[in-house]
Every structure is written in C-alpha cells, then in structure tokens.
C-alpha cells in the first residue's frame, strides 16, 4: 500500500486531499479505482484511507484506520563531516531516512571540500528524505541541519567518534545502553578527522572502531545508522 506524506483537511470520517500532484500520481500512475486504499500522513497521525467514489477530476476518501505515532523526548543523532560531492550527501540522507535516525547534521571538517549549505540543495533534501520516508513507511521525517561548526552542537551529553584507528575499541552494541539515549555520533569526511577536527570535541568523547576495514565516508554513515538502530536506543 501506497504511503503519501502531506497536507490534509479532516471533516469527520472524511478525508480532503488537495495535493494535485499526489492525486495526479493516484490517478494517472497507480490507477486506483473505488475501494482502493492508501496511508496518509501529516506530522504524527497515519490515515489508512479507501476511495468511496471518483470522477476524472476528484476523488472521495473514507477513513478506515488512524495511527498516532509518539515520539520520545531524547533521540539519537548522526553528525557526518560534509563529503565532496552532494551526490553522496543525498545518497546519506535517503539510506539514513529509511535506516532512521532523528536528527542528521552536515558540518564542514577540515578536510572538507563541501564547506557551505546550498539553499536549493537543502530543499532537495528534505523532498529525498520525505520520498524516504513514504517508500519505507517509516513514521517519522528526520530533521536535516547544516552547520558551520560542530561546536555548535557539542553540548549533548555524550559525543562519541567513529574513526579507524585500530588500537581503540570497536563497536558493541551490547556495550551501549540508555546512558547513551542523548548521543551525538561522528562520522568522518574523506581521509578522516583531523587533530583540530579533534579539537572542537573538548576532550568530551569517547572513539570507537566502526569497522575492520577502511570505510568510504557515505558508507561509514549508513552502516553507523545500522549498527545504532540495533542498539534499541532510537
């Protein structure tokens, strides 16, 4: 079944959907008939909806299911050093979308080569990531933030790096527990961080080995994503 994130208007177990380009796709690309049914969703409630009558320009809706979906108060979040070209940060966003993580940030390292946040380009992110969410059927859009400086977000309670090293620990999801709910997780850029990438963390962090071989900077994310949804912390 087909899941639409968008604006909708309730009139009691009616439903109003006035998305012209979901209802194009609904009519033109899925060809749906009466009695077919699709979610819905806007913010945090999920309509299953069931077509009840139709017209080459309208169609009428009836709610058949609502789904509330609570969000917790502390989240995890992923913090990746911007790669060098867009194409992977989209790639980021959409994996990382369906994998789910609450809050994505994007800062310039110092190695960097992406260093400022494109306006046209964040819009674009925020339809892949919606895109992802719909494809997934996954309840919630993450939130995607562009940084100038990490700094700006290390005051979460616990910073913990992913980097190669191989004389620091590696990861085990069974060492991890609620005491890192509030976590902010560092990705590395391209020929990784720095000793003043370092800096900024104010020796308030923990480094962990992400994994056993050297690792490209978009796929370090989505397998970091992977490894801490099964940490059951988010």
């Not at 194009?24 to 077509?51: G, S, Y």
Request: some cysteine.
């Amino acid at each position: 079944m087909q899941l639409f994130i968008t604006n909708f208007k309730i009139n009691w177990d009616k439903i109003d959907i006035e998305n012209s380009e979901i209802l194009d796709q609904i009519r033109k690309v899925l060809r749906m008939k009466i009695w077919d049914t699709i979610f819905i969703q806007n913010n945090n409630t999920r309509f299953e909806i069931e077509i009840t009558n139709r017209n080459d320009k309208c169609f009428w809706w009836k709610i058949i299911n609502e789904y509330n979906f609570n969000q917790k108060t502390q989240w995890n979040s992923i913090a990746i050093a911007m790669p060098n070209k867009w194409d992977k940060i989209e790639l980021l966003v959409q994996k990382i979308t369906e994998i789910w993580i609450k809050n994505i940030y994007f800062w310039p390292s110092e190695r960097s080569i992406i260093r400022e946040r494109n306006e046209k380009k964040h819009e674009r992110l925020k339809k892949i990531a919606k895109e992802a969410v719909e494809q997934s059927w996954w309840r919630f859009t993450p939130e995607i933030t562009f940084i100038k400086n990490i700094s700006e977000i290390i005051e979460w309670k616990n910073i913990v790096v992913f980097d190669k090293t191989d004389n620091i620990e590696s990861f085990n999801d069974r060492k991890f527990n609620k005491e890192f709910e509030n976590t902010l997780w560092i990705i590395w850029p391209e020929w990784w961080l720095t000793e003043n990438d370092y800096k900024n963390f104010r020796n308030n962090y923990k480094t962990i080995s992400l994994w056993d071989t050297v690792l490209r900077a978009e796929t370090a994310g989505i397998i970091a994503s992977r490894l801490l949804k099964n940490i059951n912390l988010i």
